[in-house]
């Protein structure tokens, strides 16, 4: 089943390249690849609280263990970075050499990682990265978020949010949004993604969406 999404809100950016969001229980951080920094907003007022540099900037980015993890380099490798000043915490090989890694969520059940070449979600332990599951999905996946008993993905150039039942593999629900949807990310209530197009965060409300 696919359904149009309404926008609840629209956050315009500074913004050239626009490639992840994340949501840190505070802000929203997002990463723009043109200038290579990472800068956290106020998801009501659009403010800026915070801004971060980081050279290589390829794609998605999330929030773990109280630090941003953020996909960079020809590599797609992970950087994870201390969001007060910008220093390297660790540095991550791509759990999948050779392949786009394109979207990235940590949630409770561990690290969601999407393929873009290979349509897979994959889960994995951060702690030392051993897949724990592997999803196959239609469409390929730019931007990955979770919620309790879904993980989501975006198609860039579909413009499409999908929801997936990670227990059985299944894709429920996908919803058609305004633009071309990269980095995804949740806060609790709402959907936010990146418009690649317009240089803008954008919020949506998906159907069946429990909060934590």
Not at 35 to 51: C, F, H, K, P, V
Not at 71 to 89: K, S, Y
Not at 174 to 195: E, H, K
Request: aromatic content about 8%; some cysteine.
């Amino acid at each position: 089943m696919t359904i149009l999404a309404g926008i609840v809100r629209d956050l315009p950016l500074q913004a050239l390249e626009l490639c992840g969001v994340t949501w840190s229980g505070e802000f929203l951080w997002y990463s723009e690849s043109f200038t290579g920094r990472i800068a956290a907003i106020d998801s009501l007022t659009g403010d800026q609280a915070g801004e971060i540099a980081c050279a290589d900037i390829r794609a998605d980015l999330t929030t773990l263990d109280g630090s941003l993890l953020q996909v960079v380099g020809a590599g797609r490798d992970l950087r994870m970075l201390d969001p007060d000043d910008g220093h390297v915490v660790a540095e991550f090989a791509n759990p999948r050499p050779g392949h786009t890694l394109t979207g990235l969520e940590a949630g409770r059940d561990g690290l969601w990682l999407g393929y873009q070449d290979l349509k897979v979600l994959d889960l994995r332990d951060p702690s030392d990265f051993h897949l724990i599951d592997c999803v196959p999905v239609r469409r390929p996946p730019s931007g990955v978020t979770v919620s309790d008993g879904f993980v989501v993905y975006s198609d860039h150039r579909g413009s499409m949010i999908t929801l997936v039942n990670p227990d059985d593999h299944r894709e429920q629900v996908s919803v058609r949004v305004w633009g071309n949807p990269t980095g995804l990310t949740w806060d609790g209530s709402l959907i936010w993604y990146c418009d690649h197009a317009t240089l803008q965060l954008r919020a949506v409300e998906l159907p069946g969406f429990q909060r934590f």
